[in-house]
């Protein structure tokens, strides 16, 4: 049910397919050290077009449809409207401005210095908050290869990690 509920989304969204790259994602809880590894492809229609259909676990989903973030991940669904909706906005801009390499914006969007790092054809990008917020991002790493973002590992300021790894 879910997998319809996605492609009828993907209808209305416009988009024409599913199929897209790889994905790790790797989020570690630094309390408790504890790791939780999920896997799947992207989609990314720019500017504002993304859809992540996990495989493990199994039909969870995350969809970026213009201001729109739709989701169901480990049985939590929800539909947020980025425009009235700060957080889900900076998540939604960070996610994006990753994938098209406008990470200047995310960090004037996160008061944030930025530490640019180039070797060979790999470039990384270091942003850092100036401030601690209770809620957000205090810190991404940035990889990108051939300008395409490869590595994207994003620290809350509770400690919480997300990594993604993209081929």
Avoid at 17 to 44: C, D, H, M, P, R
Wanted: charged content about 20%.
């Amino acid at each position: 049910m879910k997998r319809i509920a996605i492609l009828f989304t993907l209808f209305l969204a416009g988009l024409n397919a599913l199929a897209g790259n790889n994905f790790t994602q790797t989020k570690t809880i630094k309390a408790s050290g504890k790791k939780i590894v999920s896997e799947g492809t992207y989609s990314f229609t720019a500017p504002d077009q993304l859809v992540m259909q996990y495989s493990k676990p199994d039909g969870d989903f995350f969809i970026i449809d213009g201001p729109l973030i739709r989701f169901d991940l480990r049985g939590t669904a929800a539909e947020l409207d980025t425009s009235s909706n700060p957080l889900a906005r900076a998540q939604r801009n960070t996610l994006l401005n990753s994938l098209t390499g406008n990470y200047k914006a995310i960090a004037t969007d996160m008061d944030a210095s930025i530490s640019e790092v180039q070797k060979g054809g790999v470039k990384t990008v270091t942003i850092t908050a100036n401030k601690k917020a209770a809620k957000g991002y205090s810190k991404l790493v940035l990889t990108y290869k051939g300008g395409q973002l490869k590595n994207m590992l994003l620290e809350e300021f509770n400690g919480i990690t997300n990594e993604y790894v993209l081929n």
